[in-house]
Protein backbone atom coordinates (compact mmCIF):
# COMPACT_ATOMS: atom_id res chain seq x y z
CA UNK A 1 0.00 0.00 0.00
CA UNK A 2 2.90 2.43 -0.21
CA UNK A 3 6.17 2.84 -2.12
CA UNK A 4 9.71 1.87 -0.80
CA UNK A 5 13.11 3.62 -1.86
CA UNK A 6 15.76 1.55 -2.37
CA UNK A 7 19.23 2.66 -1.15
CA UNK A 8 22.68 1.41 -1.42
CA UNK A 9 25.05 2.13 1.76
CA UNK A 10 29.16 1.83 0.95
CA UNK A 11 31.70 1.94 3.53
CA UNK A 12 34.64 3.11 1.75
CA UNK A 13 37.95 4.10 4.25
CA UNK A 14 36.04 5.10 7.27
CA UNK A 15 33.05 7.20 5.31
CA UNK A 16 30.44 5.37 4.06
CA UNK A 17 28.93 6.75 0.66
CA UNK A 18 25.44 6.27 0.33
CA UNK A 19 23.71 5.74 -3.15
CA UNK A 20 19.60 6.10 -4.43
CA UNK A 21 19.07 2.78 -6.59
CA UNK A 22 15.67 3.42 -7.11
CA UNK A 23 11.79 3.10 -5.74
CA UNK A 24 9.69 0.41 -5.68
CA UNK A 25 5.38 0.61 -6.54
CA UNK A 26 3.27 -1.16 -4.11
CA UNK A 27 1.75 -4.08 -5.59
CA UNK A 28 -1.17 -6.43 -3.91
CA UNK A 29 0.62 -9.38 -5.30
CA UNK A 30 4.38 -10.43 -6.24
CA UNK A 31 6.11 -7.96 -8.12
CA UNK A 32 9.83 -8.41 -9.21
CA UNK A 33 12.14 -5.62 -8.94
CA UNK A 34 15.82 -5.16 -10.06
CA UNK A 35 18.67 -2.31 -9.43
CA UNK A 36 21.62 -2.37 -11.35
CA UNK A 37 24.72 -0.63 -9.14
CA UNK A 38 28.86 -0.33 -9.19
CA UNK A 39 30.70 -0.10 -5.60
CA UNK A 40 32.87 2.87 -5.70
CA UNK A 41 36.53 2.54 -5.88
CA UNK A 42 37.80 1.09 -2.37
CA UNK A 43 34.78 0.20 -1.18
CA UNK A 44 35.18 -2.92 1.31
CA UNK A 45 30.97 -3.78 2.31
CA UNK A 46 27.71 -3.02 0.81
CA UNK A 47 24.34 -2.77 2.53
CA UNK A 48 20.95 -2.64 0.42
CA UNK A 49 18.18 -0.76 2.45
CA UNK A 50 14.46 -0.44 1.67
CA UNK A 51 13.01 2.84 3.13
CA UNK A 52 9.31 2.75 3.15
CA UNK A 53 7.94 6.17 2.75
CA UNK A 54 5.25 6.19 5.36
CA UNK A 55 3.20 3.17 7.59
CA UNK A 56 3.72 0.08 5.49
CA UNK A 57 4.61 -3.45 5.52
CA UNK A 58 7.43 -4.81 2.78
CA UNK A 59 7.59 -8.38 2.28
CA UNK A 60 10.70 -9.86 0.46
CA UNK A 61 11.69 -13.34 -1.11
CA UNK A 62 14.55 -14.42 -3.26
CA UNK A 63 17.04 -11.96 -2.79
CA UNK A 64 19.85 -12.21 -4.70
CA UNK A 65 23.00 -10.26 -5.72
CA UNK A 66 25.18 -11.12 -8.81
CA UNK A 67 28.69 -9.80 -9.32
CA UNK A 68 29.23 -8.99 -13.28
CA UNK A 69 32.76 -8.50 -13.34
CA UNK A 70 34.09 -7.72 -9.39
CA UNK A 71 38.12 -7.92 -10.29
CA UNK A 72 40.05 -5.04 -10.14
CA UNK A 73 40.67 -5.09 -13.99
CA UNK A 74 37.86 -4.40 -15.94
CA UNK A 75 39.16 -5.18 -19.08
CA UNK A 76 39.37 -9.22 -18.08
CA UNK A 77 37.40 -11.24 -20.72
CA UNK A 78 35.29 -13.89 -19.24
CA UNK A 79 35.19 -17.59 -21.07
CA UNK A 80 32.49 -20.01 -20.68
CA UNK A 81 30.25 -18.09 -18.64
CA UNK A 82 32.51 -18.29 -15.26
CA UNK A 83 35.72 -19.09 -15.75
CA UNK A 84 38.38 -16.26 -17.01
CA UNK A 85 40.37 -16.77 -20.04
CA UNK A 86 44.23 -18.45 -19.38
CA UNK A 87 42.72 -19.60 -15.81
Known amino acids: TIYTDVWAKYLVGTVY ?3 Y ?9 W ?3 QFNFTAP ?3 TSAI ?3 IL ?12 VTFANFMVNPSLKIE ?3 TPQNW
Open 17 to 19: QYV
Open 21 to 29: LGRVAPSAT
Open 31 to 33: AQS
Open 41 to 43: AGA
Open 48 to 50: VYH
Open 53 to 64: AGVGELWTDDIS
Open 80 to 82: NGT
